[in-house]
């Protein structure tokens, strides 16, 4: 592998900067003439904007404009757009409420835009903001999903009657009622899926600069996909062609799906910043990122399993209803559904599915995809029925997956996913040695003579990765293909630029995609750079999220580099007057195999822009480019065992031991590989144990600070305990299957498989807090 | 409008602010500092904590008059030109960071963890325990803190040497 190629633990090139303060976020740039915008928003969940009288702050020092909805309207700005179409059982299209990016006459979750003041400085906005006045007129609201989904309820949107977005089926229903009816037990459990802030870092931000001479915008974002928002922005929002509207994503501080979407604050900064004629600037603050960044999960769910006399299962009926918000964001649709649904099988042979989800509008931020995304739900439902089952069938619950799991591959389960490769004993065994599975009953024992509670907890998760085949996903609905783009430029000297239609955001691609080159060639990764992030710069590109910047992204890459290296063994060939055949690239070397006949990598470089002396016909330069569309989902999958300890007088949770197995097939940098893993962790049990975005009945979030809504702190979480198994992933040439969500997918069954197996209550939603751990355990 | 005199980093400034400025936002936007960040409005997040008087303090909980006078150093300030300060070096080791945004602020804290705890003259021996419920006031979503505890903990053992040899 080589100490900086493909399995080397490599420290990160991008470090330098971020840990001497170097690093260049969206509010650390700065323009020449640059306006400052802050948003006026909904302090209602719904209502009539009845006027807004802007005219003392228009009078007040340093305010440039205030913009309306109204005036987005009458400039013909495109509503926001969600990219994934999805058909009801009936074969109706989903009801789509229009979402103005600011809202021209009602309001429908607060936080939501109504105006916006453009000043000097940041401060005299805000001032000026506190002198804008709206009028409003209450309607009636409602947040919670059963609610709105009564006869009766506040209605959101005129498209959509009885708030319902869509009431969507996959599976054999028939086939599933059979299974149900022949079964030897049928194990049922309903689940709440706490709603989630996905919380980077890094508040959302926006500059927006329009050079009217050129006609042309530069938009620089906080984006995980700029190529993205540019496309859409573009083709649906009227506000610049492609060719007229740069996109960039410089440092992002953490995305974990929350800024894959395209949101109001950058298409009106673009706007605002061609009507007054000078940079228009936003930051968000972190209340503005609990209120209007796309929260992710909130579903409910009542699920049922049945099980032959062998504790087979034989069948599994699912019925969802997923919280979308007040409006559809970009991918909103797609997540309680194909990402989703499709996953149901687990790491299960199950004949026969059935799942229904239905969506639904409430008067609540937006919901769309957070790290997983649709994964993490499905993976907490079935591993909490598979802990259930094994409770209610007396059984191990490690044997109760084994008896089910899917041994042979490729395996096609019955919601569309065909599993490709896996082996879920080697995973389920790593993991239980890790966690001296089989000492855990005298360690329950030791633990009770000292008044705790121990609970041991396993979840075996699956998941679609690599995202994903243009083909299969433009049959399911979604509006762009998922391939990726890459770039490789040999510069005459020999050193090398990638460019990648991947965008990083914490996950390190300058030096994993580095190792890939260096892997290849030979070359130190300090002669590579990575180029991503701007539209100008990479031709074009989808982005990251769904853990496919190395399945997909790197492996875009590496089919550049074959026509590269291609090309340049031709050309190393002429040089040495040998055959193209026998050349073979050694540690920066082309040489003829089996003599001493060698030329540096750079001189075949050079020789390639000098064009003095190559073959016949061969144009000049060294640049190779390659689009790859993967030809399946990659499936990531794995087993985590949580122990841990329940102080049945306070309800408070310790963590004993977290271990982790992942199987991600080949990894690049598995120091990278494993921060991924913790990072994901992290955020399973957050959701397990503390996070929860909450609303009141009148839609009023109570959660919109880190004071209200529990992050998870260095002392609530434990050091993991990883480990990996490998089966190579057939569908790319590299075998890589992604880590990025595992940890946020597989987790959190694992936190309250363990909680509800201390103190003997199935029954527990998550956040298991304190005060919900010890009412469960005091319960009659 | 007052003028607020610092040191900052080693080198005096003296800007002129309106009353209500925080100090993160002169360190940022006057003096184009932007190694400290801003994570949240509510003081829990430390991503703009930087070192005042060789303290950690979260510099967007603090008016910059309330640090009239005084030595402000960031995370531009720690190094010594191109040898990176220990803790620097140990996040960077440790892969104990991701995004990079909570960083500075979790550098900063945990430099004055370690520092504390060797003044404490309790042999100076700092364990995880500590280390993570010190670093309450950091929060980062990247890393689950894994990493970022084992570089503090790497670093408070290459500071103790550091400081032997000084
Ligand atoms: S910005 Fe200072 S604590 Fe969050
Ligand atoms: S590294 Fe991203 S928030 Fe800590």
């Known amino acids: 592998m080589g100490v900086e190629g493909i399995g080397a633990r490599v420290v990160r090139k991008e470090d330098k900067r971020f840990i001497t303060g170097k690093g260049r976020y969206v509010d650390d740039i700065k323009l020449t003439g640059m306006t400052h915008a802050h948003f006026i928003r909904s302090p209602h969940a719904h209502a009539k904007v009845k006027k807004i009288d802007s005219s003392a702050a228009l009078k007040m020092p340093g305010v440039v404009a205030v913009l309306t909805g109204q005036q987005l309207v009458d400039d013909k700005v495109g509503n926001l757009i969600c990219g994934w179409a999805i058909t009801s059982k009936d074969g109706s299209p989903m009801k789509m409420g229009a979402w103005p990016a600011m809202a021209p006459e009602t309001v429908r979750f607060v936080g939501q835009a109504v105006a916006v003041v453009i000043a000097d400085s940041k401060n005299l906005a805000r001032d000026a903001a506190e002198a804008v006045v709206v009028d409003y007129e209450e309607l009636p609201a409602v947040a919670d999903m059963q609610a709105a989904i009564k006869a009766g309820a506040p209605q959101l949107h005129p498209e959509a009657p009885g708030n319902q977005v869509y009431d969507w089926v996959i599976g054999d229903e028939g086939a599933t009622d059979a299974a149900f009816a022949k079964a030897a037990n049928v194990v049922k459990l309903d689940v709440t899926n706490n709603r989630l802030a996905p919380n980077a870092m890094e508040p959302r931000a926006a500059i927006a600069d329009y050079d009217a001479a050129e006609e042309h915008f530069t938009l620089y974002t906080t984006s995980q996909n700029p190529h993205v928002a540019r496309l859409v922005l573009s083709a649906f929002y009227n506000i610049a062609p492609e060719h007229k509207l740069r996109v960039i994503a410089p440092d992002v501080g953490g995305g974990f799906g929350s800024k894959i979407f395209i949101y109001p604050e950058e298409m009106v900064a673009l706007w605002a910043s061609k009507k007054v004629g000078r940079p228009v600037k936003w930051t968000g603050d972190r209340t503005e990122a609990f209120l209007t960044d796309a929260h992710g999960r909130d579903h409910v769910t009542h699920a049922e399993m049945a099980f032959d006399a062998n504790n087979k299962i034989t069948g599994l009926k699912v019925k969802t209803y997923a919280n979308f918000g007040a409006y559809m964001s970009l991918f909103s649709s797609s997540v309680p559904t194909y990402l989703y649904a499709t996953l149901l099988s687990g790491q299960y042979n199950i004949p026969a599915i059935h799942a229904e989800v239905i969506g639904v509008y409430t008067n609540t931020t937006p919901v769309d995809a957070y790290r997983g995304a649709g994964r993490p739900e499905a993976s907490y439902l079935i591993e909490r029925l598979m802990e259930t089952a094994a409770r209610q069938l007396k059984v191990d619950p490690a044997q109760l997956r084994r008896t089910n799991f899917i041994t042979q591959f490729p395996h096609q389960t019955p919601v569309i996913m065909a599993y490709d490769t896996g082996d879920f004993n080697a995973s389920l065994d790593a993991a239980m040695k890790a966690i001296d599975y089989a000492g855990f009953a005298a360690r329950k024992a030791q633990a009770k003579s000292q008044g705790k509670l121990r609970g041991i907890g396993v979840s075996c998760y699956i998941e679609a990765c690599g995202i994903a085949p243009s083909k299969a996903v433009g049959s399911l609905g979604a509006g762009v293909g998922l391939w990726e783009s890459a770039e490789v430029r040999v510069n005459p000297v020999g050193t090398i630029e990638i460019l990648t239609g991947s965008h990083s955001h914490g996950q390190g691609h300058e ?267 005091h319960a009659a | 409008m007052s003028t607020v005199k610092l040191t900052v980093n080693g080198k005096a400034v003296s800007v002129d602010v309106e009353d209500r400025t925080l100090l993160v936002h002169v360190l940022r936007d006057h003096l184009n500092l932007t190694g400290t960040h801003v994570g949240c409005d509510t003081s829990q997040c430390g991503a703009c904590v930087v070192h005042m008087d060789g303290k950690a303090v979260k510099s967007c909980t603090m008016l910059a008059g309330q640090a009239d006078g005084s030595s402000v150093t960031t995370i531009e300030g720690i190094a010594k030109g191109d040898e990176l300060h220990p803790m620097q070096a140990a996040f960077r080791d440790n892969h104990g960071l991701q995004c990079g945004y909570c960083t500075p602020g979790m550098i900063m804290s945990a430099i004055d963890i370690v520092q504390r705890h060797h003044s404490q003259g309790s042999g100076g021996q700092l364990d995880e325990a500590t280390v993570r419920q010190e670093l309450e006031g950091n929060i980062c979503r990247c890393t689950g803190y894994h990493n970022i505890v084992k570089a503090v903990l790497d670093a408070a053992g290459r500071m103790k040497v550091a400081q032997a040899a000084e």
């Open chain 1, 511 to 777: 030096t994993t995609f580095c190792q890939l080159v260096a892997d290849r060639l030979g070359v130190p990764i300090s002669q590579v750079s990575i180029v991503h992030g701007d539209t100008d710069k990479v031709q074009f590109g989808m982005g990251t999220y769904g853990s496919r910047s190395a399945a997909v992204g790197l492996t875009a890459i590496l089919k550049a580099m074959e026509k590269m290296e291609s090309k340049a063994k031709k050309i190393a060939a002429h040089a040495l007057e040998a055959s193209e055949a026998d050349i073979v690239i050694e540690n920066g070397e082309f040489k003829v195999t089996g003599t001493d006949k060698a030329i540096a990598f750079p001189m075949v470089a050079l020789a390639a822009y000098t064009a003095h002396n190559l073959p016949e016909g061969m144009e000049p330069g060294l640049k190779e480019s390659a689009f790859y569309d993967p030809t399946n989902f990659t499936f990531p999958a794995g087993a985590y065992i949580c122990e841990l300890e329940v102080d049945p007088g306070t309800g408070k949770t310790s963590f004993v031991n977290f271990v982790a197995a992942d199987d991600f097939g080949r990894l690049i940098n598995p120091m990278i590989v494993e921060g991924q893993v913790h990072g994901g962790l992290a955020q399973g049990i957050g959701q397990a144990l503390l996070e929860h975005a909450i609303y009141d009945a009148n839609g009023q979030p109570v959660t919109a600070s880190f004071m209200d809504y529990s992050m998870p702190r260095a002392d609530d979480l434990p050091s993991f305990n990883l480990s990996h198994t490998t089966t190579l992933c057939p569908g790319n040439p590299l075998g890589i299957k992604g880590c990025g969500e595992a940890g946020a997918i597989g987790a959190s069954a694992a936190v309250i498989n363990a909680i509800t197996d201390a103190i003997g209550k199935n029954d527990l939603e998550m956040p298991a807090t304190p005060d919900r751990v010890w009412r469960t355990i």
